[in-house]
């Protein structure tokens, strides 16, 4: 029999790091093995008997013996996976979809738009890129969440501000007492100052909302539609191309992205919605 | 190619025969009264067969119901506690299957069979099948196909091809696994006569005249003329007007050769834990819904241009192949009149006055 692309295999939930109230990142260890991934493919994480959900890995690629995944509660997979202790087993199917393609980055300057819970997949990229970081001109990370509260990763971006590999911004939709920077939406800390646009790619990943504007203000900044890689967010349920849920005009999200160009994509319809 | 000749009574035999290694179904008139030609507008359905070819309805039209079921299931075991499922089950063999629903497997072929990741399951009933095709002499008002450049007699996908002429049938032979079990019985054929042939030609210009007809009648525009027209037609006023009527049901798309859309759906049985790949249908409000509940379909009538966005528009481009044979189960099947004939036409209409 050709391969069960149905059939998940099993790992062990080895730890849970509390990132933000919603948000908490799970440490895997594949039972039978390592487990490798590009950055930016996507896994189907199941909850034995309940159901499974599509998420990328939050980790570094490089690290083939444990994969962290970092979730938001949001629905019925996610609300049972927040109630799960240490050690429990689940199941994963993947890595599907296609990466990002780092081949095409080098030599250039790397402009990252994030938003919110979109900076999971993000530390990711942001660790593969570092792993050679030779190879890009400059890595700028852009970086808009709701509240402070709600900045994941918040030690991790401090050790990346110290470190000066990253040029990072920050800012919050609504700020509190504890707050000192920009207050406003991800797109106000867009700067085309910042980033010599004709050898760049900008990468964007948040909340359907947040890419649709990030991206007409990076070609309003003057990035070509070919130059902004963006990480849509659909419906992929088999994860191979097969059930139909995840269409993109002539795409499925999950087979041919979940990353895409914005000129794969800008001449269909519905694909912000 | 060779062409044969069995009667009747000697198909009944080669089919109890054969049937031992499957599990047969045939298409079977309901009404309990049956003659060669006069079975026109009679429903079929496909009927489990047990020893007995009784209502066996060879010259009709297609069944209600389309032969994906036989491939790709309404729901099927697909994992069990982390490992394949044993689903071992006798091959199909189907005695009847119309070239509508041999056309619609172009489709499922494609998407379970090819690409990175294949589905096993799908597969193994695929190959292990045998399809006896038949002729389609009867077509019903709704059917279509030839507007489609499909016929209504069996061009592919098929092991044997009849044509009911009354006192038998003509056998045309399309793969090896069917020459073999010609030269197993052959004892039961005969080399077609001249006449014979030409019978079965005249059975299939006259239900290609009958098909014409409706395609005049209801104005159903060619495939040429279907070229781009839901993209020309994406924000026009049909699909508000069209869907006015929908009750979302998703009948077309369960009814329909081509529509393969399905999701995975997760249970504990006694312990275990079992998933099912389970039929959906893309007119259901939740169909693309994400965990975060953005929808990009929310209103019915985005919906329903989505099913014919994917048949006219994805297929071809992705595939070069439209995703509708002409079958028309989906103008008798939908509760709200919802016609695919009147939708393309009125299609074909506003491209055109737009060009």
Known sequence: MEKNPYNPFKVKLIDVIEESQTTKTFVFKNMNGGFSFNTGQFVELYVPGLGEAPFTPSSNPAIKEQFDITIMKVGKVTQKLHSLAKNTELGVRGPYGKGYPLQNFKGKEIYIVGGGVGLAPLRSLLFALLNNKGDYKKIMLRYGARAPKDIIYRELVQEWQKEKDIDIRLTVDVCDETWKGNVGVVTTILDKKDVNIDNAVAIVCGPPIMMKFATFKLIEMGFKDSQIYLSMEKNMSCGVGKCGHCRIGNFYCCKDGPVFTYDQISGFKEIWD | ?355
């Not at chain 2, 009927?47 to 309404?74: I, N, P, T």
């Not at chain 2, 030409?198 to 104005?219: C, F, I, P, Q, T």
């Not at chain 2, 998703?250 to 079992?274: A, M, R």
């Open chain 2, 1 to 355: 190619m060779e062409k044969f000749f069995i009667s009747k009574s000697a198909f009944n035999s080669f089919i109890k025969e054969i049937s031992r290694d499957f599990a047969a179904f045939y298409l079977k008139d309901k009404a309990a009264t049956f003659d060669w030609r006069e079975n026109r507008r009679k429903l079929l359905y496909w009927q489990k067969y047990e020893g007995s070819l009784e209502g066996l309805s060879m010259a009709g039209v297609r069944a209600q119901d389309s032969l994906k079921q036989f491939v790709f299931s309404s729901k099927e075991k697909v994992s069990q506690d982390f490992n394949d499922p044993n689903n071992k089950k006798k091959p199909v063999l189907l005695i009847g299957a119309k070239n509508c629903d041999l056309r619609g497997l172009d489709i499922t072929d494609f998407v379970f069979m090819q690409g990175d990741f294949k589905d096993p399951f799908y597969i193994k009933k695929r190959e292990d099948m045998f399809i006896i095709a038949s002729d389609c002499t009867n077509p019903l008002g709704t059917c279509f196909c030839m507007a489609l450049d499909i016929q209504p007699y069996p061009e592919k996908n098929y092991d044997l091809g009849l044509c009911d002429i009354r006192d038998g049938y003509v056998v045309e032979v399309e793969t090896q696994k069917a020459r073999n079990y010609i030269a197993q019985y052959k004892d039961k054929f005969s080399m077609a006569s001249n006449a014979q042939l030409k019978m079965r030609d005249e059975l299939r210009e006259a239900a290609a005249s009958d098909v014409a007809y409706n395609v005049a009648k209801y104005g159903v525009p060619k495939k040429n003329e279907l070229k781009g027209v839901v993209e020309k037609c994406f924000e026009s006023q049909i699909w508000k007007d069209e869907a006015k009527t929908c009750v979302e049901c998703g009948c077309c798309n369960f009814i329909c050769p081509t529509c393969h859309c399905f999701f995975l759906g997760d249970s504990s049985e006694k312990n275990e834990h079992i998933r099912h790949k389970i039929w959906d249908a893309c007119l259901y409000k939740d169909f693309a819904v994400v965990a975060g509940g953005a929808n990009p379909r929310k209103r019915l009538f985005q919906r329903l241009r989505n099913r014919y966005d994917k048949k006219f528009a994805f297929f071809p481009n992705v595939l070069g192949v439209i995703a509708c044979t002409g079958c028309g189960r989906c103008i008798t099947g939908c509760p709200g009149k919802i016609d695919i004939r009147r939708i393309l036409k009125n299609m074909a209409a506003e491209a055109k006055a737009a060009a």
